[in-house]
């Protein structure tokens, strides 16, 4: 991920984590929520990185 991915993925990340603990109800406290928005985020990078990588495999044969 180049550093300006890195600057939105924060800004992404803070955003959902507002939203998150920010919900009536929510059993939740920040960090908890930072980490999970947080790993929601990283895991989908990594299937759509997966995702073009196999596409461009593909593509290529």
Known sequence: MAKGDDINMEKTVQEWTDRLVSEQGTAMDREH?????????????????????????????
Do not use: C, P, T
Request: glycine share 4%; hydrophobic share 30%; aromatic share 10%.
């Open 33 to 61: 929520a930072r980490q999970f928005v947080s790993g929601i985020y990283h895991s989908a990078q990594e299937d759509l990185l997966n995702r073009n990588a196999q596409a461009e495999y593909e593509r290529e044969e």
